[in-house]
């Protein structure tokens, strides 16, 4: 499965809606290192498809969840899990570092 964009109308309610653990990819066009990233990310939905849900949100498309997550640099990458911040990192990263994320938020890392 690919990631979603999500946008300031529909963050808070797919947060609210999602049974498993969100993977939020904080980015922007003009940003180097989030192009870097974006197929790494991609890769992670589709291993944890049904596991856990992809998601990026624009920072420029959307000031006002940047703004409340405090969001000073991109890329940068939240878990939220039952709708709340569970563990982030700032900057590239690899491909089972963001696996690492996801499963400290489900209570499964190792």
């Known amino acids: 499965m690919k990631s979603i964009e999500l946008t300031s109308d529909t963050f808070d309610q797919t947060l609210a809606d999602a ?3 969100v993977l939020v990819d904080f980015h922007a ?3 180097g290192p989030c192009k870097m990233l974006s197929p790494v990310v991609e890769q992670v939905a589709t291993a944890r498809d049904g ?3 992809v998601a990026k949100v624009d920072i420029d498309q959307a000031k006002d969840i940047a703004h409340r997550y405090r969001i000073t640099s991109v890329p940068t ?3 939220f ?3 709340q911040p569970v563990v982030g990192t700032r900057g590239m990263q690899t491909r089972s570092a963001i696996e690492q ?3 400290q938020a489900t209570g499964t890392a190792a």
């Open 81 to 83: 899990k039952d709708g």
């Open 77 to 79: 990458l939240i878990v």
């Open 29 to 31: 066009t003009w940003c």
């Open 51 to 53: 596991e856990a849900i």
């Open 101 to 103: 994320m996801i499963d």
């Open 19 to 21: 049974k498993v653990p």
